[in-house]
């Protein structure tokens, strides 16, 4: 089963000329994740580490504009990281992992830095993990909800978050309407989630 995942994710980038995945100890199985430099990040200015194995994930959306292409997502991912670098002179964007309604998981701050998705506490302590849309009133395609579960998947097994790790809602940690109502109440189904 795992030449077959890893041809299915080999055969998946060469379709999108996305290159190759994240060349980590990543299991065969990971989902591909899109490197910083194929979605044509600016350099990050972040220092500050993310002490591991990570306990607790928060969901979100961006609210904004959603994305179903790599190449839309591609460009989505660059708009989100210059409002947070640009107008928010934040360090980077401010999410670990990006996902599009395109089935892939962009690279924000990655596993190893701390990112500025929710209150100061859940930074120090937790992945950042949004989807770009806004799941207010409508839910994330199926294939997108499959990328953030592989990569999560993908965290336990890189030792990168805790095999008992916890998933949160944005707004579970903060006051927000994030992830959207929609997200939030499939997030709520997941076996790691844990409201409080």
């Known amino acids: 089963m795992s030449r ?6 080999w055969a998946l ?6 290159g190759e995945a994240q060349k980590t100890k990543a299991p065969a199985c ?29 969901v979100s959306h961006t609210a904004g504009s959603s994305c179903n292409t790599p190449a839309s997502c591609q460009q989505q991912a660059q ?11 934040w360090c980077d964007v ?9 089935g892939l998981v962009y690279e924000g701050r990655g596993w190893g830095f ?32 499959r990328a953030a579960q592989g990569l999560l998947a993908c965290g336990v097994a890189q030792r990168a978050l805790s095999s008992k790790y916890e998933v949160k809602g944005h707004r579970d940690v903060q006051p927000t ?15 790691h989630y844990r409201a409080s």
């Open 4 to 9: 077959r995942c890893a041809l299915l994710a």
């Open 13 to 18: 980038l060469s379709l999108l000329r996305l």
């Open 30 to 58: 990971c989902s591909p994740i899109v490197p910083r430099r194929e979605w044509g990040a600016l350099a990050s200015k972040c220092t500050t580490p993310l002490s591991q194995p990570v306990r607790y994930v928060v």
């Open 79 to 89: 708009n989100v990281q210059h409002y947070h670098m640009k107008r928010e002179n």
């Open 94 to 102: 401010g999410y670990n992992f990006l996902i599009g309604e395109d």
């Open 114 to 145: 701390k990112g500025d998705h929710s209150s100061h506490l859940w930074n120090t302590m937790s992945i950042g993990i949004t989807f770009m849309g806004n799941y207010m009133d409508r839910v994330p395609p199926a294939r997108a909800l």
């Open 177 to 191: 309407l994030s992830p959207g109502d929609q997200l939030y109440s499939i997030i709520q189904n997941w076996p």
